[in-house]
């Protein structure tokens, strides 16, 4: 073979200009002769022109960059002596103070923070058998992105499992601690309790699976019933001591949904009766709350987007929508997201009363009035007075910045908005979203020169979103009571409202919030119309080309923003505990005491800092250090009055006197 394979080259591949005649050559003179001529040919060729250095190159040497000198910083980090790496952590200086542990300590995470993994699948997820298909390293995501996304979903007509599929929340305390690796949640407060004495006979992370609704949770997993469980047990073997209970984010209102379900009667409720959150319970830290609901979930539910992603496809056009490349990732995204019921938990609750009408809100910024002087042609100088428009956060859904701004009687009228939802066949293959059953005619008639706020959003969702609200309208509600005595409300589906039910009989509970200010917070959207209607596509998108004219909350990228923790406003997360829960009100009938305790947000001073420390952002805060001495003392047994009352840096007792609510 190896002699063919040289006669091959020899007389095919690279002949030589000698004949055939010379086979009688010796073989060295042949191979001799080839290499010289090898040798000519190289000497012929011209230099090769470097390839020019690409845009593309630029951003990958950056981003590498970037990421070895972050990397190399964290290793140097480490590697410090212990003296070197800055203040010692809290609990480590309580622990010198002598705090010791005295009430167990119950932790409820958010939306998204708890790891899921997977106890059955279809034939792609071979080999993850309890593996994490959230929260962890997400290496299924580029392995295998659609069976990933398929075995996330939930089923859009029970919102329980597809067929042959089950994922069920990772247990314990690492079902929560990190996101990601290297991104904490509740790890920093994990390790600091510890520090004092915690550990896991008196500390208990609360695991539930987060895209259920909150009684599916029971119904499904019994989570309530192992929660119920866990407090009594921890009660009884700490000597008889109640929990102190520290949720986040989504996790406030599912708490407040399983008080409600802890007192019920079976089978809906856990049978505890009406003394059970006063005998176990000693005190409720929230921090972040979604009491009344974040704006952002409104933009996901309508564009898969918030403003990062408006920002990401303003820098980069139709990447995350290209059908060259085949992703439509937003599509994916939003049919996803869409089976998952604790998406609609998340809606603005309270309507028009909390959030504003199309002319005012309680977060509105007041008219500003500057003096000018201006001359005219002939020198004379004539003081102007300039009014600085106010902005009208009620219209959390503008569709064009006219529609944001203008007076409400230029706006197109709603009533007949049910005439204009067109629904034609669809002529997809396969149906990514809810939109394919709208025509175009109806899309835009939706969005012509329009505006809506907190109630209408709710009939818009209802017409875009037909299935997933129909389904998730059974498992929650986003009103106020009229009357809390009617029988009604003792339906599972207010449970969750702290407008729409009240706070268990508990007057020795205190109950507090704890979040982030000084940070933009995103509050109302500048819609307009996507330019492709093609079959598949979302209509709707953020207009990042949007901009005001300065201010704190002025327009920018698309977006208008108010006072809060990047992710929930001041209003949703201090508006109860300032007036709704204040004292003995209807929705707090028992008095329970409640605390505002408000952190200013500042940045890491460098690197080396990490996250954390004084950060007010709606996880980092998770790290800071002031929030994990309140959780500890209170923890260690302090009352509220103890650790300082209200502490209060926002506008939130001015904005909640605005709220006209019956109390």
């Known amino acids: 073979m190896a002699s063919i394979l040289r006669f091959r080259k020899l007389c095919f591949i690279e002949p030589t200009t000698k004949t055939y005649e010379s086979f009688e050559t010796p073989i060295e003179e042949k191979i001799q002769a080839i290499k010289e001529q090898e040798i000519d040919k190289n000497k012929k060729k011209r230099p090769v022109k470097a390839r020019g250095w690409r845009c593309v190159d630029s951003c990958c040497w950056f981003i590498g960059c970037m990421c070895t000198t972050w990397w190399l910083l964290l290793f140097l980090y480490h590697c410090l002596p212990a003296g070197f790496k800055g203040p010692e952590s809290p609990g480590v200086r309580l622990k010198n103070e002598g705090l010791t542990p005295l009430h167990p300590v119950v932790l409820v995470p958010g939306i998204v923070t708890g790891g899921l993994e997977l106890w059955e699948g279809r034939p792609c997820s071979h080999g993850l058998f309890r593996k994490r298909l959230w929260g962890g390293s997400f290496t299924e995501v580029l392995k295998r992105p659609l069976c990933w996304l398929e075995h996330l979903s939930l089923d859009d007509e029970t919102g329980l499992d597809p067929p042959g599929i089950r994922v069920r929340p990772v247990t314990g305390l690492v079902a929560a601690d990190y996101f990601a690796p290297g991104y904490f949640v509740w790890a920093v407060l994990i390790e600091n309790l510890a520090k004092i004495g915690y550990e896991g006979k008196n500390m208990y992370m609360a695991a539930y699976d987060w895209r259920l609704s909150f009684q599916n949770t029971?119904?499904?997993?019994?989570?309530?019933?192992?929660?119920?469980?866990?407090?009594?047990?921890?009660?009884?073997?700490?000597?008889?001591?109640?929990?102190?209970?520290?949720?986040?984010?989504?996790?406030?209102?599912?708490?407040?949904?399983?008080?409600?379900?802890?007192?019920?009667?079976?089978?809906?409720?856990?049978?505890?009766?009406?003394?059970?959150?006063?005998?176990?319970?000693?005190?409720?830290?929230?921090?972040?709350?979604?009491?009344?609901?974040?704006?952002?979930?409104?933009?996901?539910?309508?564009?898969?987007?918030?403003?990062?992603?408006?920002?990401?496809?303003?820098?980069?056009?139709?990447?995350?929508?290209?059908?060259?490349?085949?992703?439509?990732?937003?599509?994916?995204?939003?049919?996803?997201?869409?089976?998952?019921?604790?998406?609609?938990?998340?809606?603005?609750?309270?309507?028009?009363?909390?959030?504003?009408?199309?002319?005012?809100?309680?977060?509105?910024?007041?008219?500003?009035?500057?003096?000018?002087?201006?001359?005219?042609?002939?020198?004379?100088?004539?003081?102007?007075?300039?009014?600085?428009?106010?902005?009208?956060?009620?219209?959390?859904?503008?569709?064009?910045?006219?529609?944001?701004?203008?007076?409400?009687?230029?706006?197109?009228?709603?009533?007949?908005?049910?005439?204009?939802?067109?629904?034609?066949?669809?002529?997809?293959?396969?149906?990514?979203?809810?939109?394919?059953?709208?025509?175009?005619?109806?899309?835009?008639?939706?969005?012509?020169?329009?505006?809506?706020?907190?109630?209408?959003?709710?009939?818009?969702?209802?017409?875009?979103?037909?299935?997933?609200?129909?389904?998730?309208?059974?498992?929650?509600?986003?009103?106020?009571?009229?009357?809390?005595?009617?029988?009604?409300?003792?339906?599972?589906?207010?449970?969750?409202?702290?407008l729409e039910t009240k706070l268990p009989y508990a007057p020795n509970m205190e109950i507090y919030s704890l979040y982030g200010v000084g940070l933009p917070t995103e509050r109302s959207y500048v819609y307009k119309l996507s330019q492709s209607g093609k079959c598949n596509s979302i209509p709707f998108r953020i207009d990042s080309s949007a901009e005001g004219n300065g201010g704190a909350g002025a327009l920018r990228g698309g977006v208008y923003s108010v006072d809060g923790d990047e992710s929930v406003t001041v209003m949703s997360a201090g508006f109860m505990c300032a007036k709704g829960w204040r004292g003995k009100t209807r929705f707090n009938p028992s008095g329970s005491r409640t605390y505002i305790r408000e952190f200013r947000h500042k940045a890491p001073a460098s690197l080396l800092e990490g996250r954390g420390l004084e950060s007010g952002s709606h996880v980092d805060i998770m790290g800071n250090v002031a929030l994990i001495e309140d959780v500890l003392r209170v923890a260690a047994g302090a009352s509220g009055e103890e650790i300082g009352g209200d502490r209060i840096y926002s506008d939130i007792l001015k904005m909640a006197d605005r709220v006209n609510i019956k109390l």
């Open 218 to 498: 029971e119904v499904r997993d019994q989570a309530f019933s192992r929660l119920k469980i866990n407090i009594e047990l921890m009660y009884v073997t700490n000597g008889n001591k109640k929990v102190v209970v520290v949720p986040h984010s989504m996790g406030a209102i599912y708490f407040l949904h399983f008080m409600k379900w802890v007192e019920a009667e079976p089978p809906i409720g856990g049978g505890g009766g009406p003394g059970w959150c006063d005998k176990h319970i000693q005190a409720i830290m929230n921090i972040g709350a979604t009491f009344l609901g974040v704006p952002k979930a409104v933009s996901g539910m309508l564009s898969a987007e918030a403003k990062d992603v408006a920002f990401f496809r303003a820098m980069a056009p139709g990447l995350l929508d290209s059908e060259i490349l085949g992703l439509q990732t937003l599509e994916h995204m939003m049919r996803v997201c869409r089976t998952w019921d604790s998406v609609i938990s998340l809606l603005p609750k309270g309507g028009d009363t909390i959030w504003g009408d199309l002319d005012s809100s309680p977060e509105d910024s007041q008219p500003e009035t500057h003096l000018t002087i201006s001359s005219d042609k002939i020198n004379n100088t004539k003081p102007q007075i300039e009014l600085k428009q106010e902005t009208k956060y009620g219209r959390i859904v503008s569709f064009g910045k006219a529609a944001s701004e203008q007076h409400s009687s230029n706006l197109t009228s709603h009533d007949l908005l049910k005439d204009y939802l067109l629904h034609t066949a669809a002529n997809c293959d396969e149906m990514k979203t809810e939109y394919g059953k709208i025509s175009r005619e109806g899309i835009m008639k939706l969005a012509d020169n329009k505006a809506y706020t907190a109630g209408t959003l709710i009939d818009l969702l209802r017409f875009v979103a037909p299935k997933t609200m129909k389904r998730a309208e059974a498992h929650f509600s986003h009103g106020i009571a009229d009357n809390l005595d009617d029988p009604k409300y003792t339906h599972y589906k207010y449970w969750s409202n702290p």
